[in-house]
């Protein structure tokens, strides 16, 4: 078992890394902090360490097997207090940022982790929706809080300019190719997590 430095994690660090962060990376080249593949677990830090994590263009890479990407999700959730802050940074899916790199493995947007959300996941249980309900499924509790759109400067201007109203700027934001260029989830942790066990106590 390892002991960082640091109760923050940076997660595929690459050559960003940060003050005050445990910074790990699988490229020894980027000198991380910690030389860590992330895609085999379980991790070397112990339960409940962390009280933030940073995964800045990282998630997409990992986990070409979505068990394999689970297990990521599960590890990040153990090595993480309660309240832990997770910030979730990745290139948006309709741009050309996400599908210039080959290394990227899967779509990753705020209804992915919302998925991971045991409250959500009972209220869609008692809806009869048919979205997965992996927070039940996998142990996993974090709660989406925030997210925040990084949009092609075109678009940002031509509605600060008046050009196009706030409706119009959110069709063409649901609709084209290069109006979003990243996005950045923020994730509450929560521990214990808030209903285990009870997904078959629904009636």
Known sequence: MIQPEQNRLNMGCGFR???GFWNVDIEKKCNPDQVVDLEKTPWEWEDNFFEEIMADNILEHLGHDPKVFTKVIQEMYRVSIHDARWTIMLPHHRCDLYWNDYTHVRVLTPQTFRMFDQQENMNWIKAKRRDSVFGLYHDVDIEVTDVRYK?????????????????????????????AESLAIVVKVHKPQRFKDKMYDIT
Do not use: A, P, R
Not at 152 to 179: A, H, R
């Open 17 to 19: 890394k940060l003050d």
């Open 151 to 179: 949009f092609v400067d075109y678009w940002e201007n031509q509605l600060q300019d008046g050009m196009i109203g706030s409706k119009q700027f959110d069709i063409q934001f649901n609709t084209l190719s290069n109006f």
